[in-house]
């Protein structure tokens, strides 16, 4: 990867984090869980920002909306999760479309010279971004436990690679964050836990992982001690789901 390239892809990462913690992150900052709506345990359910995937066929609206397309990807929450708090204005259960998903990212070229901002676009478009979908969970037993699932869909499968490749690499570089869970049955995962901070009561995971054209993000945050190993199934039922989202696993 060239230096134009790498320039490019590190704006990149920095905008995908303008659609919420869920993208990644928040492994640096923790979401901020001291101020998570807990009223989720008694409304599991928020309307989410409109989409064009949006469907009422799943019944069960505590697991997520049902749907097909991009939002079929979404794992429904499982057992022992419920939907979670709001990403912001974009809800807890939402898929944004291509033109919403590229003039999101496009947007954070404000800010770049005439040049860059030129560049950053069309490095935009050269990905073929397709869409965004993200949900949030919370652990069902006491709500603590804060997970978002992101996948962004490209048709330049090369770009999904080197951004992840990029991302780990920063992360890597940082020295500072600690090695996560693996990912039963998917070895091109990784996750990050958040350094250590004798000072905080909260924790935080980042785990990552592409497959075809899709690049799936997941989050923990909460309390510590965080369960990492309830987080990490849930990012392995979610790549299972993917490649057979008919399936609930």
């Known amino acids: 990867m060239n ?17 919420g913690s869920v993208t990644g992150g928040a492994v640096y900052t923790g979401y901020v869980v001291n101020g998570a709506d807990r009223a989720v345990k008694t409304e599991v359910w928020r309307k989410p920002a409109k989409d064009q995937y949006k469907s009422d066929t799943t019944p069960e609206l505590f697991r997520g909306l049902g749907g097909e397309g991009l939002r079929q990807k979404l794992l429904p929450a499982p057992d022992g999760w419920v939907l979670g708090p709001d990403e912001g204005e974009f809800g807890n259960d939402t898929v944004l479309g291509k033109r919403e998903a590229v ?28 869409g965004v979908a993200l949900r949030t969970y919370a652990d069902s037993e006491d709500f603590d436990q804060v997970v978002g699932i992101q996948i962004i869909q490209v048709e330049d499968q090369k770009s999904i690679r080197e951004v992840v490749r990029l991302r780990r690499a920063l992360f ?34 980042m785990c990552d992982a592409h ?39």
């Open 3 to 19: 230096d134009r390239t790498k320039r490019l892809v590190t704006t990149l990462l920095s905008a995908a984090l303008v659609v």
């Open 103 to 130: 003039a999101l990212l496009k947007d954070e070229s404000k800010g770049m010279d005439t040049r860059e901002r030129r560049e950053y676009r069309e490095y935009v478009d050269d990905m073929g971004v397709q």
């Open 172 to 205: 890597d570089a940082l020295g500072v964050l600690r090695d996560g869970p693996k990912i039963k049955g998917h070895p091109q995962a990784r996750c990050f836990q958040a350094p250590e901070n004798s000072k905080s009561e909260l924790d935080g995971m």
């Open 211 to 249: 497959d075809g054209e899709f690049m799936i993000t997941l989050t923990a945050n909460g309390p510590k001690p965080l369960d990492l190993k309830a987080s990490a199934d849930l990012l392995r039922r979610q790549l299972n789901h993917l490649r057979s989202p008919g399936e609930f696993v």
